[in-house]
Nanobody, 122 residues
Framework: VQLVASGGGLVQPGGSLRLSCATSGFTFNTAGMSWARHVPGKELEWVSGIYRDGRTVYTDSVKGRFTMTRDNSQNTVTLQMNDLKLEDTATYYC?????????????????WGRGTQVTVSS
């Protein structure tokens, strides 16, 4: 299993970034997927999830700003992030599965890789 997140960078408040996650090694089109983020010293925060049918769910702090999509033909998920805020600064990971109450939990956290760093700063 491989989950390779990319697309992070440095952006000013109010700016946008588009994260992508290339996946392989599992049956992508039957899996719910998530984006989660981590700031050193803080707990991992779930950001968004997409079910295999394309329905999406988001944590409250990103609703209306972030959009998660999936491409089952390419085995990829993306996270379009608009109107970025300082508090969005984190390392972002894509993950298989979704935490409760949206799913049964993450699957295979050992496959998350290095993630992609998003830094929002003026």
């Amino acid at each position: 299993v491989q989950l390779v997140a990319s697309g992070g960078g440095l952006v000013q408040p109010g700016g946008s970034l588009r994260l992508s996650c290339a996946t392989s090694g599992f049956t992508f089109n039957t899996a719910g997927m998530s984006w989660a983020r981590h700031v050193p010293g803080k707990e991992l925060e779930w950001v968004s999830g997409i079910y295999r049918d394309g329905r999406t769910v988001y944590t409250d702090s990103v609703k209306g700003r972030f959009t998660m999509t999936r491409d089952n033909s390419q085995n990829t998920v993306t996270l379009q992030m608009n109107d970025l805020k300082l508090e969005d600064t984190a390392t972002y990971y894509c993950a298989i599965g979704m935490p409760a109450p949206y799913g049964r939990g993450y699957i295979g956290a050992e496959y998350w890789g290095r993630g992609t760093q998003v830094t929002v700063s003026s």
